[in-house]
């Protein structure tokens, strides 16, 4: 599984509310991802990390921040949760420039009211 | 995303036949192709790769294909059993030349298999 852990596994908050789940890893891996997994839409890309305090954003960033102080979490926050951002959102490392191959942590399941 | 294209998007197969999944991309200058499994309420876990200087992977009952001309990659999976049954993904570089390893996944593909 590569060390990931995600916190929370399941939330469930209202429209309007802040929301941080949290990506931690323990094998120093430099590069994290954030997806959003929609029916029918597969897996998006919402922000990466390619070191401390180094992100950018992905294809579907609106509404959500980011934040990397350490090498082991990568924090994704929801500044004031919307209904179209329920869904389950999954962290995925990459373990340097010359291993392509991503793996993902179990998963949030968030649902915004 | 956008640069990858699945297809098809549900499969029903019995079980001991063969399932085939299709993807095309855009990028000509893409090399690494992974195929993903998740099986309901897990993680999404890689099944197979492959990169584009070979044409075939096989890994027992799993094989994917690459078409570079064509642009299109394919996973295999023969002798399919109840347990295959999950959504597989397809995925290929966002980035060109670049070392942020990206990817674009394809809207990903239900296969049942009905014993």
């Known amino acids: 599984d590569a060390g990931i852990t995600q916190s929370p596994r399941h939330k469930v908050t209202e429209t309007g509310t802040p929301v941080t789940l949290r990506c931690h890893q323990t094998?120093?891996?430099?590069?994290m991802y954030w997806y959003r997994q929609d029916p029918g839409h597969g897996l998006r890309l919402i922000h990466y990390?390619?070191?401390?305090?180094?992100?950018d954003k992905g294809e579907v960033s609106d509404g959500y921040s980011v934040s990397r102080s350490k090498t082991e979490d990568f924090l994704l926050t929801l500044e004031s949760a919307t209904s179209s951002q329920t869904s389950v959102y999954f962290c995925?490392?990459?373990?340097?420039?010359?291993?392509?191959?991503?793996?993902f942590g179990p998963g949030t399941r968030l649902l915004v009211l | 995303g956008e640069n990858v294209e699945q297809h098809p998007s549900t499969l029903s197969v019995q079980e001991g036949d063969s399932a085939v999944i299709k993807c095309t991309y855009s990028?000509?200058?893409?090399?690494?192709f992974p195929w993903y499994k998740q099986e309901l309420g897990k993680r999404p876990q890689l099944i197979i790769d492959?990169?584009?200087?070979?044409g075939e992977k096989k890994d027992q009952r799993i094989a994917v294909t690459l078409n570079k001309t064509a642009k299109h990659f394919s996973l295999h999976i023969t002798e399919t059993q109840p347990e295959d049954s999950a959504v597989y993904f397809c995925?290929?570089?966002?980035?060109?030349?670049?070392?942020?390893?990206?990817?674009?996944f394809g809207r990903g593909t239900q296969l049942t298999v009905w014993p």
């Open positions: 995925a490392i990459r373990s340097g420039t010359t291993e392509e191959t991503q793996y």
């Open positions: 094998e120093n891996h430099r590069y």
């Open positions: 990390s390619y070191g401390v305090k180094d992100t």
């Open positions: 990028d000509s200058a893409s090399n690494y």
């Open positions: 492959i990169r584009s200087n070979v």
């Open positions: 995925a290929s570089p966002a980035d060109r030349g670049s070392t942020l390893g990206r990817l674009y």
